[in-house]
């Protein structure tokens, strides 16, 4: 059975950092792309940033760059997001979930397999 586990969300000031991971079982995602997504209260989900099965292609959403950093650790089927210098609006449950083989996508509608997700709560 595919499982996904995110880990890592919390409470953090504006300008501070979290490391979200997000660990798959059950299957070897090593050849497919791995993406982060984001739901805040009252919106709709949104692609956060996404890396491909080798981790040479990353691409993120225009409101993260220079922030968030993707990364993949295939021998542990485990993506990271690293977010720095957080700020209010990026207050949002934040989804890991699995993409297309060999390739990339920024919408969700190419994601095959979803963690339950992870709080990231900023203060202001």
């Known amino acids: 059975q595919v499982q996904l586990v995110e880990s890592g969300g919390g409470l953090v000031q504006a300008g501070g950092s979290l490391r979200l991971s997000c660990a798959a079982s059950?299957?070897?995602?090593?050849?497919?792309?791995m993406g982060w997504f984001r739901q805040a209260p009252g919106k709709e989900r949104e692609f956060v940033a996404t890396?491909?099965?080798?981790?040479?292609?990353?691409y993120s959403a225009d409101f993260v760059k220079g922030r968030f950093s993707i990364s993949r650790d295939n021998a542990k089927n485990t993506v990271y997001l690293q977010m720095n210098s957080l700020k209010p609006e990026d207050t949002a449950v934040y989804y890991c979930?699995?993409?297309?083989?060999?390739?990339?996508?920024?919408?969700?509608?190419?994601?095959?397999?979803w963690g339950q997700g992870t709080q990231v709560t900023v203060s202001s």
């Open positions: 890396i491909n099965w080798s981790g040479v292609m990353k």
């Open positions: 059950g299957r070897d995602f090593s050849n497919y792309a």
């Open positions: 979930a699995v993409g297309p083989p060999y390739g990339t996508s920024t919408s969700g509608q190419s994601y095959a397999y």
